[in-house]
């Protein structure tokens, strides 16, 4: 079994910050590519940034220059770092990875529950 569990999500003014975090955990012997995705009311899911196991990393035009992404490897975890938050930014995140489990011989992606953001002042 492999969970997701995402953290950090809440209630931030518009201009605020956020961090938020996604940890797996279970039988898990490498992550390939993480990456965070938003879904808000009425729309499509939308990938937010995505992170290489290497480091390389890719995000979505709407949130260049205020969300940072990075991972640590060595914990399972992805963060997301969102600054200068707007009302637009408001969704559910869901954190996804790739995950080769132990015994397996592919990857199998993986998506936490979500975690709400709201931007509100």
């Known amino acids: 079994q492999v969970q997701m569990v995402e953290s950090g999500g809440g209630i931030v003014q518009p201009g605020g910050s956020l961090r938020l975090s996604c940890a797996a955990s279970?039988?898990?012997?490498?992550?390939?590519?993480m990456g965070w995705y938003r879904q808000a009311p009425g729309k499509q899911r939308e990938l937010v940034a995505g992170i290489t196991r290497g480091g390389a990393t890719n995000y979505a035009d709407s949130v260049k220059g205020r969300f940072t992404i990075s991972r640590d490897n060595a914990k399972n975890t992805v963060y997301l770092q969102m600054n200068t938050l707007k009302p637009e930014d408001s969704a559910v995140y869901y954190c996804?990875?790739?995950?080769?489990?132990?015994?397996?011989?592919?990857?199998?992606?993986?998506w936490g529950r979500g975690t709400q953001v709201t931007v509100s002042s």
């Open positions: 996804n990875a790739a995950i080769l489990r132990g015994g397996s011989y592919y990857f199998t992606d993986y």
């Open positions: 279970g039988s898990i012997f490498s992550i390939n590519n």
